[in-house]
Protein backbone atom coordinates (compact mmCIF):
# COMPACT_ATOMS: atom_id res chain seq x y z
CA UNK A 1 0.00 0.00 0.00
CA UNK A 2 1.40 3.52 -1.33
CA UNK A 3 2.13 6.48 1.79
CA UNK A 4 0.21 9.21 0.49
CA UNK A 5 1.01 13.21 0.61
CA UNK A 6 -0.91 14.03 3.59
CA UNK A 7 0.12 10.74 5.45
CA UNK A 8 3.90 11.99 4.80
CA UNK A 9 3.40 15.18 6.31
CA UNK A 10 0.91 14.00 9.25
CA UNK A 11 4.40 11.78 9.88
CA UNK A 12 6.67 14.74 9.44
CA UNK A 13 8.31 16.22 13.07
CA UNK A 14 7.53 19.06 14.36
CA UNK A 15 10.17 21.72 14.94
CA UNK A 16 8.45 24.26 16.72
CA UNK A 17 6.56 24.71 19.63
CA UNK A 18 3.60 27.30 20.87
CA UNK A 19 4.41 30.55 22.74
CA UNK A 20 1.27 31.18 25.17
CA UNK A 21 0.34 34.82 25.55
CA UNK A 22 1.58 36.45 28.67
CA UNK A 23 -1.78 39.05 28.22
CA UNK A 24 -5.15 38.93 26.36
CA UNK A 25 -4.63 40.05 22.35
CA UNK A 26 -7.72 41.90 20.96
CA UNK A 27 -9.80 39.08 18.04
CA UNK A 28 -10.81 41.01 15.00
CA UNK A 29 -14.38 41.31 16.46
CA UNK A 30 -12.24 43.49 19.52
CA UNK A 31 -10.09 45.26 16.99
CA UNK A 32 -13.21 46.07 14.74
CA UNK A 33 -15.22 47.35 17.57
CA UNK A 34 -12.64 49.48 18.60
CA UNK A 35 -11.32 51.03 15.22
CA UNK A 36 -13.91 50.56 12.46
CA UNK A 37 -17.12 51.44 14.77
CA UNK A 38 -15.57 54.32 15.69
CA UNK A 39 -14.67 57.83 14.11
CA UNK A 40 -11.89 58.33 12.39
CA UNK A 41 -12.39 54.52 10.94
CA UNK A 42 -8.99 52.37 11.54
CA UNK A 43 -7.88 48.56 11.62
CA UNK A 44 -5.06 47.00 12.72
CA UNK A 45 -2.80 45.93 9.62
CA UNK A 46 -1.80 42.21 11.17
CA UNK A 47 -5.52 41.34 8.99
CA UNK A 48 -3.26 42.23 5.83
CA UNK A 49 -1.83 38.67 5.81
CA UNK A 50 -4.18 35.93 4.80
CA UNK A 51 -2.97 33.37 1.96
CA UNK A 52 -4.04 35.49 -0.27
CA UNK A 53 -2.75 38.68 1.40
CA UNK A 54 0.77 37.45 2.15
CA UNK A 55 1.00 36.20 -1.23
CA UNK A 56 0.18 39.76 -2.41
CA UNK A 57 3.04 41.18 -0.55
CA UNK A 58 5.82 38.62 -1.60
CA UNK A 59 4.84 40.00 -5.01
CA UNK A 60 4.93 43.98 -3.68
CA UNK A 61 8.51 43.16 -2.60
CA UNK A 62 9.59 41.91 -5.71
CA UNK A 63 7.90 45.19 -7.92
CA UNK A 64 10.56 48.15 -9.31
CA UNK A 65 8.96 50.93 -6.95
CA UNK A 66 8.65 49.01 -3.47
CA UNK A 67 12.78 49.60 -2.52
CA UNK A 68 12.72 48.30 1.14
CA UNK A 69 12.88 44.68 0.42
CA UNK A 70 15.78 44.82 -1.62
CA UNK A 71 17.89 47.73 0.22
CA UNK A 72 17.53 46.10 3.23
CA UNK A 73 19.06 42.45 2.00
CA UNK A 74 21.66 44.38 0.03
CA UNK A 75 22.54 45.69 3.32
CA UNK A 76 22.16 42.36 5.26
CA UNK A 77 24.32 40.75 2.71
CA UNK A 78 27.11 43.33 3.01
CA UNK A 79 27.15 43.86 6.33
CA UNK A 80 25.98 39.97 7.91
CA UNK A 81 29.66 38.74 8.35
CA UNK A 82 30.64 42.00 10.31
CA UNK A 83 27.63 41.56 12.47
CA UNK A 84 28.19 37.61 13.26
CA UNK A 85 32.23 37.99 13.75
CA UNK A 86 31.20 40.54 16.37
CA UNK A 87 28.52 38.67 18.15
CA UNK A 88 29.27 34.91 17.60
CA UNK A 89 25.82 34.52 18.74
CA UNK A 90 24.71 31.22 20.02
CA UNK A 91 20.77 32.08 18.99
CA UNK A 92 19.54 33.70 16.68
CA UNK A 93 15.51 34.95 17.16
CA UNK A 94 13.67 36.34 14.56
CA UNK A 95 10.47 38.11 15.47
CA UNK A 96 7.82 38.09 12.97
CA UNK A 97 10.02 35.46 10.96
CA UNK A 98 7.73 35.10 7.90
CA UNK A 99 9.76 32.74 5.38
CA UNK A 100 13.00 34.01 6.44
CA UNK A 101 13.48 34.73 2.79
CA UNK A 102 17.02 38.12 4.21
CA UNK A 103 17.61 35.92 7.45
CA UNK A 104 19.34 33.72 4.93
CA UNK A 105 22.09 36.31 4.81
CA UNK A 106 23.12 35.64 8.38
CA UNK A 107 22.97 31.71 8.61
CA UNK A 108 25.03 31.89 5.35
CA UNK A 109 27.61 34.15 7.36
CA UNK A 110 27.36 31.79 10.35
CA UNK A 111 28.00 28.82 7.92
CA UNK A 112 31.64 30.74 6.51
CA UNK A 113 32.42 31.38 10.17
CA UNK A 114 31.60 28.40 12.03
CA UNK A 115 28.99 29.80 14.03
CA UNK A 116 26.51 27.33 14.34
CA UNK A 117 24.09 29.15 15.99
CA UNK A 118 20.47 27.56 17.05
CA UNK A 119 17.91 29.67 14.52
CA UNK A 120 14.57 30.32 16.21
CA UNK A 121 11.72 32.21 13.83
CA UNK A 122 8.47 33.20 16.13
CA UNK A 123 6.19 34.00 13.84
CA UNK A 124 1.82 33.72 14.48
CA UNK A 125 1.50 31.29 11.65
CA UNK A 126 1.97 27.29 12.34
CA UNK A 127 2.52 26.25 8.84
CA UNK A 128 4.85 29.07 8.34
CA UNK A 129 6.77 27.98 11.18
CA UNK A 130 7.19 24.55 10.19
CA UNK A 131 7.90 25.10 6.47
CA UNK A 132 10.51 27.43 7.20
CA UNK A 133 12.25 24.88 9.55
CA UNK A 134 12.20 22.00 7.26
CA UNK A 135 13.57 24.27 4.06
CA UNK A 136 16.13 25.60 6.18
CA UNK A 137 17.43 22.29 7.97
CA UNK A 138 17.79 21.20 4.12
CA UNK A 139 19.56 24.14 2.97
CA UNK A 140 21.96 24.44 5.96
CA UNK A 141 22.62 20.32 7.15
CA UNK A 142 23.99 21.74 10.27
CA UNK A 143 21.48 24.20 11.25
CA UNK A 144 19.18 23.73 14.55
CA UNK A 145 16.22 25.02 14.11
CA UNK A 146 13.42 25.71 17.05
CA UNK A 147 10.47 27.22 15.62
CA UNK A 148 8.26 29.57 17.92
CA UNK A 149 4.28 30.12 17.03
CA UNK A 150 2.41 33.21 18.89
CA UNK A 151 2.18 36.34 18.59
CA UNK A 152 4.84 38.96 19.59
CA UNK A 153 2.45 41.56 20.60
CA UNK A 154 0.99 39.07 23.46
CA UNK A 155 4.75 39.63 25.19
CA UNK A 156 7.59 37.37 25.87
CA UNK A 157 6.60 36.35 29.41
CA UNK A 158 6.74 32.82 27.98
CA UNK A 159 9.40 32.79 25.87
CA UNK A 160 12.28 29.90 26.50
CA UNK A 161 15.48 30.82 27.86
CA UNK A 162 18.73 31.13 25.79
CA UNK A 163 21.56 30.01 26.99
CA UNK A 164 24.86 32.52 25.19
CA UNK A 165 24.50 35.25 23.05
CA UNK A 166 21.00 35.99 21.57
CA UNK A 167 20.66 37.86 18.66
CA UNK A 168 17.18 39.46 18.41
CA UNK A 169 16.02 40.00 14.78
CA UNK A 170 13.24 42.44 13.65
CA UNK A 171 13.51 43.14 10.03
CA UNK A 172 11.86 44.50 7.28
CA UNK A 173 10.85 48.27 8.70
CA UNK A 174 8.17 47.18 10.79
CA UNK A 175 8.54 48.87 13.58
CA UNK A 176 6.90 51.55 11.62
CA UNK A 177 3.70 49.86 11.61
CA UNK A 178 3.77 50.84 15.45
CA UNK A 179 3.20 54.45 16.37
CA UNK A 180 5.96 56.25 19.02
CA UNK A 181 4.03 54.80 21.88
CA UNK A 182 3.60 51.22 20.92
CA UNK A 183 7.28 50.88 19.40
CA UNK A 184 8.33 52.39 22.97
CA UNK A 185 6.00 49.76 24.94
CA UNK A 186 7.10 47.06 22.22
CA UNK A 187 10.94 47.77 22.40
CA UNK A 188 11.09 48.05 26.31
CA UNK A 189 9.43 44.81 26.88
CA UNK A 190 12.01 43.18 24.50
CA UNK A 191 14.60 44.93 26.11
CA UNK A 192 13.28 43.53 29.65
CA UNK A 193 13.48 39.74 28.08
CA UNK A 194 16.94 40.04 26.93
CA UNK A 195 20.28 39.73 28.51
CA UNK A 196 23.21 42.36 28.59
CA UNK A 197 25.33 40.74 26.05
CA UNK A 198 22.41 39.79 23.76
CA UNK A 199 22.23 42.16 20.98
CA UNK A 200 18.92 43.77 18.87
CA UNK A 201 19.35 43.62 14.13
CA UNK A 202 16.45 46.11 13.33
CA UNK A 203 15.33 47.30 10.14
CA UNK A 204 14.40 51.03 10.06
CA UNK A 205 12.66 52.71 6.67
CA UNK A 206 14.26 56.13 6.37
CA UNK A 207 12.12 59.56 5.16
CA UNK A 208 13.29 60.33 2.12
CA UNK A 209 11.97 62.06 -1.47
CA UNK A 210 8.08 61.98 -0.93
CA UNK A 211 7.71 60.28 -4.72
CA UNK A 212 10.19 57.66 -3.96
CA UNK A 213 7.42 57.41 -1.06
CA UNK A 214 4.26 57.63 -3.24
CA UNK A 215 5.48 55.23 -6.01
CA UNK A 216 6.96 52.64 -3.65
CA UNK A 217 3.19 52.37 -1.87
CA UNK A 218 0.73 52.98 -5.36
CA UNK A 219 2.97 50.37 -7.59
CA UNK A 220 2.49 50.75 -11.52
CA UNK A 221 0.57 46.73 -11.32
CA UNK A 222 -1.82 47.88 -8.88
CA UNK A 223 -0.18 45.43 -6.22
CA UNK A 224 -0.14 47.30 -3.08
CA UNK A 225 -4.23 48.30 -4.04
CA UNK A 226 -5.43 44.73 -4.66
CA UNK A 227 -3.23 44.37 -0.75
CA UNK A 228 -4.72 46.86 0.97
CA UNK A 229 -8.78 45.99 -0.51
CA UNK A 230 -8.10 42.28 0.05
CA UNK A 231 -8.55 43.40 4.02
CA UNK A 232 -12.47 44.29 3.14
CA UNK A 233 -12.59 40.35 2.07
CA UNK A 234 -11.28 39.22 5.08
CA UNK A 235 -13.99 41.29 7.00
CA UNK A 236 -16.66 39.84 4.45
CA UNK A 237 -14.99 36.14 5.40
CA UNK A 238 -14.09 36.25 9.12
CA UNK A 239 -17.18 38.51 10.23
CA UNK A 240 -19.72 37.62 7.99
CA UNK A 241 -19.28 41.46 6.36
CA UNK A 242 -20.75 42.50 2.90
CA UNK A 243 -17.86 44.62 1.90
CA UNK A 244 -18.40 45.31 -2.27
CA UNK A 245 -14.35 46.07 -3.21
CA UNK A 246 -15.25 47.83 -6.37
CA UNK A 247 -16.68 50.70 -3.90
CA UNK A 248 -13.59 51.49 -1.80
CA UNK A 249 -10.36 52.42 -3.60
CA UNK A 250 -7.24 52.60 -2.13
CA UNK A 251 -4.84 55.78 -1.44
CA UNK A 252 -1.59 55.78 0.16
CA UNK A 253 -0.46 59.33 1.22
CA UNK A 254 3.00 60.38 2.67
CA UNK A 255 2.14 62.58 6.21
CA UNK A 256 4.79 64.98 6.26
CA UNK A 257 4.20 66.67 9.50
CA UNK A 258 4.26 62.89 11.35
CA UNK A 259 6.90 61.30 9.04
CA UNK A 260 4.67 58.47 7.51
CA UNK A 261 3.29 56.74 5.13
CA UNK A 262 -0.65 56.34 5.89
CA UNK A 263 -2.54 53.63 3.62
CA UNK A 264 -6.36 54.20 3.37
CA UNK A 265 -9.60 52.23 2.13
CA UNK A 266 -11.74 55.13 0.77
CA UNK A 267 -15.00 54.91 -0.20
CA UNK A 268 -15.93 56.28 -3.79
CA UNK A 269 -19.89 56.68 -2.64
CA UNK A 270 -22.10 56.48 0.14
CA UNK A 271 -23.01 53.22 1.69
CA UNK A 272 -24.28 51.07 4.10
CA UNK A 273 -22.19 48.07 4.90
CA UNK A 274 -23.66 44.97 7.30
CA UNK A 275 -21.15 43.72 10.03
CA UNK A 276 -23.56 40.44 10.57
CA UNK A 277 -21.13 38.52 13.38
CA UNK A 278 -21.77 41.96 15.22
CA UNK A 279 -25.24 42.91 14.47
CA UNK A 280 -23.71 46.34 13.27
CA UNK A 281 -24.67 48.17 10.43
CA UNK A 282 -21.58 51.14 9.20
CA UNK A 283 -22.94 54.18 7.05
CA UNK A 284 -19.85 55.48 4.57
CA UNK A 285 -20.24 58.81 3.23
CA UNK A 286 -18.09 59.29 -0.02
CA UNK A 287 -14.54 60.18 0.88
CA UNK A 288 -14.73 58.60 4.10
CA UNK A 289 -11.88 56.17 4.66
CA UNK A 290 -10.13 53.59 6.89
CA UNK A 291 -7.22 54.02 8.00
CA UNK A 292 -5.33 50.74 7.08
CA UNK A 293 -1.52 51.13 7.96
CA UNK A 294 0.56 53.38 9.09
CA UNK A 295 4.54 53.35 7.95
CA UNK A 296 6.86 55.65 10.02
CA UNK A 297 10.33 56.91 8.81
CA UNK A 298 12.88 57.55 10.54
CA UNK A 299 16.15 59.71 10.81
CA UNK A 300 19.22 58.14 12.39
CA UNK A 301 18.47 61.40 15.17
CA UNK A 302 14.73 59.80 15.57
CA UNK A 303 15.99 56.00 15.46
CA UNK A 304 18.57 56.81 18.67
CA UNK A 305 16.10 58.38 20.10
CA UNK A 306 13.47 55.77 19.97
CA UNK A 307 16.38 52.88 20.37
CA UNK A 308 17.38 54.84 23.35
CA UNK A 309 14.12 55.51 24.96
CA UNK A 310 13.65 51.99 25.09
CA UNK A 311 16.51 51.04 27.12
CA UNK A 312 19.07 49.64 24.35
CA UNK A 313 22.40 52.18 22.55
CA UNK A 314 23.21 51.78 18.88
CA UNK A 315 26.71 49.74 18.51
CA UNK A 316 26.54 49.76 14.96
CA UNK A 317 24.30 51.70 11.89
CA UNK A 318 24.37 49.80 8.30
CA UNK A 319 23.08 52.33 5.74
CA UNK A 320 23.39 52.26 1.95
CA UNK A 321 24.83 55.37 -0.04
CA UNK A 322 21.44 56.77 -0.60
CA UNK A 323 20.39 56.38 3.00
CA UNK A 324 16.89 54.80 2.06
CA UNK A 325 17.10 52.01 5.25
CA UNK A 326 18.61 51.21 7.84
CA UNK A 327 20.12 48.39 9.67
CA UNK A 328 21.18 48.93 13.34
CA UNK A 329 22.64 46.53 15.76
CA UNK A 330 21.96 47.25 19.13
CA UNK A 331 22.94 46.51 22.73
CA UNK A 332 20.90 46.77 25.90
CA UNK A 333 22.22 49.81 28.26
CA UNK A 334 23.27 48.18 31.48
Known amino acids: MSMTTSSVKAQSPRFYRSVPPARAVPSLIDDVRKGLLASPRSLPPKYFYDDKGSRLFDAICDTEEYYPTRTEDALLKRSAKDIIASLQPAHVVELGSGTSRKTRRLLDA ?14 VCESMVQGTAEALMDEYTWLRVQGLVGDYH ?21 IGNLDHEQAVAFLSELRRSMGDGDALLMGADRVKDSGVLHAAYNDSEGLTAAFNLNVLRVLNREIDADFEL ?22 KQEQTVS ?23 FTPDSLDA ?10 RHYEPDDGFFSLVLARPNG
Open 110 to 123: CEEQGCHATYWPFD
Open 154 to 174: AGFEHFPGFDGCSLFVFLGGT
Open 246 to 267: DAFEHKAIFNREDSRIEMHLVS
Open 275 to 297: LNALDETIAFGKGESILTEISRK
Open 306 to 315: LLAEAGFRIQ
